[in-house]
């Protein structure tokens, strides 16, 4: 067996073990909320067994056991009162297609059925455990369904979250397993957020909750009156789900054009346990109603930014990074500015062609709402390379050459209408260094409190093929949805 089937095994393993542990605590509650206590004395006007000792007949109007007919959300609503259970989930079809022809992939970019189960218990103490699986059907991925992989998101499970919260003292919170994590002040611009992103279901559009990938990690959170401090620490190394050609073509410098499922990225990932792990934190704290945080990050880069000397291997390169960020009101909106330092620890003096570069990367964003249920906001993100004279000298022949300054403008506008069951989205970035832009319009209705339809589009256009939106303008493509909440 090898260390790779080893360890999806062993992950598959645990991830079974929490759902059977919730799946058994869930039958349990539900037994006890349908069975009816024992009580030492009968209450007054409850039916009791006669003097031969035979038992009445039940009483099925006894408000501890079920009625036929009962709904259930009103089951829902019964565990979590009485047992502290929550359960819900949803069934999720969604089906998309390229707009144009793309040879490195198969028109259809989107063809899943998806089922989550969002289960959670709360136990004396405080501890809350909670699982939240997504069984999957997709015909579309190139890959066997029979290959099962937790991390990259691969198979007929995608394990969202599997974890357990508690609080040991007031001023501390633990969740241990695996959680989704996210930080920053920018809209779909990370900057200091360095956990897994999902970025094949970002381009392919499922629901925008699924650009958050899960992380196995460790986060405390402590609180002071002078600020809180935030601490995950990842025992090993999180990718991203990076854009590999599976579904999703690309500019592979390797080939110098693009590619898709035919030429799959091979990669040399870190995984040792503790080893290969990663560090983030957050400490921040309210100032006169504005948000400031202080970040830091020790581990790699979260998708490939490097390749072997020999054997062609795409590489995570060791990463540091070091960022600040303030959020607050600024006239009628909310303003927010972040920066962060990426230090390539591999090539600081940035000469090595096949390692990227440390950068400065920054970000300023404002958004108010423009009328009543219309909403607008602006932002300018800014990638600064580091050692760009050393760069250029350091490219080998025939190599795409990067700006040293990207500049992207991104704004985003939402529209609520009949009661805000409706919701109209357009969110649009421009390059004006790479000549590139991505759009992003999508509809929502809320039919019912249950059923919601949704209809969107990822629109890629770029004079250049490597660029960073233009490499993706052959998978341009439009979806539908149907979600069914329970």
Request: proline share 5%; hydrophobic share 35%; aromatic share 12%.
């Amino acid at each position: 067996m090898t260390p790779a089937i080893a360890r999806r095994t062993v992950t598959a393993a645990l991830g079974w073990l929490v759902s059977a542990a919730l799946l058994c605590a869930c039958a349990q509650a539900a037994d006890d909320a349908a069975s009816t206590p024992a009580d030492d004395a009968p209450s007054q006007g409850a039916p009791t067994a006669d003097a031969a000792g035979t038992p009445p007949p039940p009483d099925r109007h006894q408000p501890d056991q079920p009625q036929p007919g009962t709904s259930w959300k009103e089951w829902k609503e019964r565990l979590q009162d009485e047992h502290d259970l929550y359960a819900g989930g949803f069934i999720d079809i969604r089906s998309g297609l390229r707009t144009q022809r793309d040879s490195t992939q198969r028109r259809m970019s989107l063809a899943e059925t998806r089922l989550e189960l969002d289960v959670e218990k709360e136990f004396a103490g405080g501890a809350i455990l909670r699982l939240r699986p997504d069984f999957v059907f997709d015909p579309v991925t190139s890959r066997g369904a029979d290959r099962f992989d937790l991390e990259d998101g691969h198979g007929w499970l995608d394990l969202r979250e599997a974890n357990v919260a508690l609080s040991p003292t007031r001023w501390m919170d633990l969740k241990l397993g695996r959680q989704i994590l996210t930080w920053g002040t920018g809209d779909l611009v990370f900057l200091n957020d360095l956990f897994p992103k999902d970025w094949n279901s970002f381009l392919l559009g499922r629901n925008v909750e699924y650009l958050k990938a899960p992380s196995d990690a460790v986060k405390t959170s402590l609180y002071s009156d002078l600020a809180n401090l935030d601490v995950v620490f990842t025992p090993r190394f999180d990718a991203d789900r990076y854009i590999d050609g599976d579904r999703v073509s690309f500019w592979n410098a390797q080939y110098g054009r693009r590619t898709g499922r035919h030429h799959y990225v091979h990669v040399d990932r870190p995984d040792n346990w503790f080893s290969d792990s990663e560090t983030a934190w957050r400490l921040s704290r309210t100032i006169k109603g504005y948000e400031a945080a202080l970040y830091g990050y020790y581990g790699f880069w979260k998708s490939p930014a490097g390749y072997e000397s020999f054997g062609g291997k795409a590489t995570f390169p060791p990463l540091s990074a070091y960022g600040w960020s303030v959020r607050g009101p600024l006239g009628k909106g909310i303003a927010n500015v972040e920066m962060s330092y990426y230090d390539s620890r591999d090539d600081r003096d940035g000469d090595d062609p096949l390692v990227r570069n440390s950068e400065f990367r920054g970000l300023a964003g404002y958004t108010f709402e423009l009328a009543r249920d219309l909403s607008l906001g602006f932002q300018y993100y800014l990638e600064h390379m580091t050692d760009y004279g050393d760069y250029r000298a350091g490219l080998l022949r025939g190599m795409a050459t990067a700006e040293q300054n990207r500049h992207v403008l991104s704004t985003r506008v939402t529209r609520l209408a009949m009661n805000q069951n409706l919701t109209l989205s357009l969110v649009a970035f421009y390059s004006p260094s790479d000549d590139d832009t991505y759009l992003r319009p999508t509809l929502s209705y809320k039919i019912t409190d249950n059923w919601l339809v949704e209809a969107g589009a990822n629109f890629f256009v770029g004079s250049r093929d490597y660029t960073f939106y233009g490499q993706f303008e052959d998978n341009s493509n439009v979806y539908a949805a149907m979600r069914y909440s329970f």
